[in-house]
DNA sequence: TGACTATATCGCCATGCAAGAATATTCTGG
DNA sequence: CCAGAATATTCTTGCATGGCGATATAGTCA
């Protein structure tokens, strides 16, 4: 009878691949980005003004964030207006703020001894 | 009447921590770490054969999970045993899977003019 | 075509971090 | 206390990448 390896750990490359698209989420600048599209799509420079730094870097994360298959990318004139293409985004910050907003709440417990 | 910033951006210092979470899932064996605590507490050595890699690294990664507040620590003897703190790690990595499926689906559609 | 605007890319620097080797620490049994 | 096992830490190296300035590219309008 064969024996079932229990729970055997991803190959490497599946793993890779999952750490990748949680690296695009773990700057702080790429963040910003995906909640100013939350509420419409935006062209380069609104994000710009929007997000306190350079238009080279905005246009670089962007990159970053449309290769990760994230963002839908649509020219209108000589302007390109950026959208989120996968709700999933949403999905993904609202669990971690609301882990940071639990552990949040038990560290003031603890401090002011509720 | 004054004018409702729509949306704004949130603080530096909130996406910093945002991304800090996002940081930790970024790292294949620190995905694998977690992937092999999901059918029971581990020791530190157990994780060191099941990842094929070196014990100062599993340690580190492990203190990377531990400082994030995803691990529960537990010492017997000599040996520590970790576990799954925040099931919210495995909401976190299902959401990432589907989309990695979907995605690979929807190539395969492309590939193969499904 | 030429000037202007918007976006993308390139080269560079500084920082952060994964990983390994070596060492330190902690615990157990004798 | 000592030896050995399990775990943690320190130090170093190499690489990836965020950010900026400068520049290139693309699109619009006169």
Known sequence: MQK??????????????????????????????????RARPRSVNELVELLDTSQAN????????????????EQRGNQVFYSIKEEMVYELCRIVCDKLNRRARADAEVFFQI
Not at 4 to 33: C, D, H, M, Y
Not at 58 to 73: E, G, I, M, W, Y
Request: charged share 25%; glycine share 2%.
């Open 4 to 37: 079932i390896a229990e729970n055997p750990v991803s190959s490497r490359e599946t793993l890779q691949k999952i750490a990748e698209v949680f690296r695009v989420f773990s700057e702080p600048t790429r963040l910003g980005i995906l909640q100013a599209l």
């Open 58 to 73: 905005v246009s670089k994360q962007l990159r970053t964030l449309f290769d990760a298959d994230l963002l839908h990318r």
